[in-house]
């Protein structure tokens, strides 16, 4: 069965330090999300993406953050200066072959980020 | 913004029993879906419920939705232990974004 991927699975960073976590969508997928979890908390989202242009963000998705689809399979999230807060688990998600109201959104197994 | 608000927190147990989960949210949506997440994993999709359907099945799993009250049930039956996991509820709104919003969850432990 199609299942969305994500590397690394644990990424260790120092703070200001630029990380980009890397996801491979299901292939005829659509429309691409990140989300992201940190411990002990919701599962909060972060950005969508959808005919390479960002269709939605969250007020979390400052400018420390982008996105970005370099070619026809890797989805990318890219943060430019870490900060201790951005320790968290991030998951990337796709959907929509039809209804994207609709559509299911399958998820990676997420990377788990730890800014030191 | 809608939120998925789910009670219990935690719920502990025995294999064969069932164990319901409620979950709340607070405005007007397109669906509502369900997802199992062990511990430090990944989210599982579970089932996903429209907000013009009633009640749905998977296997042991059953979901309800009442809209009226803006509230939904996850049903697990003859619990196994295999079924220990956080489960999550998330809603789609019908603002036209495809957006999840989740709640914070219900811890899930079946004892053998």
């Known amino acids: 069965e199609p299942e969305v991927t994500q590397t690394p699975s644990h990424q260790v960073t120092q703070m200001g330090q630029e990380v980009i976590l890397r996801c491979v969508p299901i292939?005829?997928?659509?429309?691409f999300y990140w989300y992201r979890q940190i411990l002990g908390q919701k599962v909060e989202f972060l950005v969508s993406f959808y005919n390479n242009e960002i269709s939605e963000k969250s007020e979390i998705f400052d400018d420390q953050f982008s996105v970005e689809r370099p070619d026809g399979s890797n989805f990318t999230l890219k943060i430019r200066s870490t900060k201790l807060e951005d320790s968290a688990m991030y998951f990337c998600a796709s959907s929509g072959t039809g209804n994207v109201l609709a559509d299911t959104q399958y998820f990676g197994p997420g990377t788990r980020l730890t800014v030191l | 913004s809608q939120q998925g608000e789910e009670d219990p927190q935690a719920l502990s147990i025995q294999e064969g029993e069932n164990a319901t989960m409620n979950c709340s949210y607070k405005?007007?949506?397109?669906?509502l879906q369900w997802y199992r997440q062990n511990s430090g994993r990944g989210l599982v999709h579970l089932i996903l419920?429209?907000?013009?359907?009633r009640e749905k099945h998977s296997g042991r799993l059953r979901v309800t939705l009442d809209t009226s009250k803006k509230s939904s049930s996850l049903l697990i039956t003859a619990s196994r232990a295999a079924d220990t996991a956080s489960y999550f509820c998330?809603?789609?709104?019908?603002?036209?974004?495809?957006?999840?919003?989740f709640g914070k969850g219900t811890m899930l432990l079946v004892s053998p």
């Open positions: 405005t007007s949506i397109n669906n």
């Open positions: 419920i429209r907000s013009n359907e």
């Open positions: 292939s005829n997928h659509l429309y």
């Open positions: 998330a809603t789609v709104g019908s603002s036209g974004y495809s957006t999840l919003t």
